[in-house]
């Protein structure tokens, strides 16, 4: 196996960490009401290929809301899984992005969406062997070189297992982790729909997480159906509430890992900014539970 990877060089001038808050995915439609209003919310998540053209009304919102709020950017098209090269124009573009940002985080996805000149509009699973193992070590290690910032990496939501796979995907995730110094995304949504479709225990998943390398948690809701054999089949949505078994193994992450901060993700059938809000409140209440729980333990010490 190869060598850890070297720290970064020529960083951006990062802002602060995102805040142990609730986040919410900045949707243009309610960026008026949110710079007129000024909600309580921890900090806002985009996608970066959305804001890649040069100018525009995107980049006049953003540019206000990152004024106001702690910013986190999430890439979705960067394949970190490729068998390919990474695409260096993409690079480029994103750490222009970051350096006009400067986002307190950035994130991508373990999965792959390109193939020689052909783009997929899907975030694509990954067999879990030595070989793509290094893939995705290199890959994660040559974006960090090249974006200068320590990125998170999102663990999948999946609807199949590959026979080849030979690596548990905890192990794969924390040897990626450890190799390049990248922190990882907790997404505890994609947790729930990858156990249910696959007959896993979500609760041993995350209590084998390394919850000390989790750098931001995201949640949102599924669509449900059933398969073939007859059995629930969970699909990665986005549009929908937090549905409640999500929510309570979110609680379980937090008795573990402690506040962190958490993005609500809606990205279809997005409702009025009034309902985001909705949920803004039951993740911060979340959160002060489990604050007050360890100030508690801390008192009883």
């Known amino acids: 196996m190869s060598q850890n990877h070297p720290a970064l060089a020529a960083a951006p001038t990062a802002a602060s960490p995102l805040p142990a808050a609730a986040g919410l995915g900045l949707k243009l439609e309610h960026a008026g009401e949110i710079l007129a ?3 309580a919310v921890g900090f806002f998540e985009v996608h970066a290929e959305n804001y890649m053209g040069a ?28 068998e390919g090269a990474l695409d260096r124009a993409h690079l480029a573009r994103l750490r222009r992005l970051i350096e006009r940002y400067r986002p307190a985080s950035f994130s991508e996805h373990l999965a792959w969406s390109t193939h020689e000149s052909a783009f997929f509009n899907d975030l694509l699973p990954l067999p879990y062997t030595p070989a793509t193992l290094e893939r995705v070590i290199a890959h994660v ?7 200068g910032v320590r990125m998170l990496l999102e663990n999948p939501s999946t609807y199949l297992l590959f026979a080849e796979s030979c690596i548990d995907e905890i192990d ?9 110094g990248c922190g990882l995304l907790l997404d505890v949504n994609n947790v ?11 609760v041993a998943y995350v209590d084998r997480f390394p919850l000390e390398r989790v750098g931001e948690i995201h949640l949102a809701g599924y669509d449900e159906t059933i398969d073939e054999a007859g059995d629930r089949l969970l699909i990665d949505a986005h549009n929908a509430p937090v549905l409640p078994d999500v929510f309570a193994l979110y609680r379980h992450v937090l008795g ?8 609500v993700e809606w990205d279809n059938d997005v409702p009025p900014f009034a309902t985001l809000l909705e949920e803004v409140v039951r993740v911060e209440s ?5 604050q007050r729980a360890r100030r508690r333990v801390r008192s009883a010490a």
Not at 141 to 147: F, H, R, S
Not at 192 to 202: E, I, Q, Y
Not at 286 to 290: P, R, V
Request: proline letters at 8%.
């Open 37 to 39: 209003t000024g909600p």
């Open 55 to 82: 100018g525009g009304p995107p980049h006049r919102y953003l540019e206000a809301i990152a004024a106001r709020y702690p910013l986190s950017l999430h890439g979705v098209g960067l394949s970190i899984g490729g």
């Open 141 to 147: 290690a040559e974006t960090q070189d090249a974006l």
């Open 172 to 180: 794969f995730l924390t040897a990626v982790s450890e190799r390049t």
């Open 192 to 202: 729930m729909v990858s156990a249910v479709n696959h007959g896993l225990d979500p």
């Open 256 to 263: 573990r890992s402690g506040a962190l901060p958490t993005l």
């Open 286 to 290: 979340a959160l002060a539970d489990e």
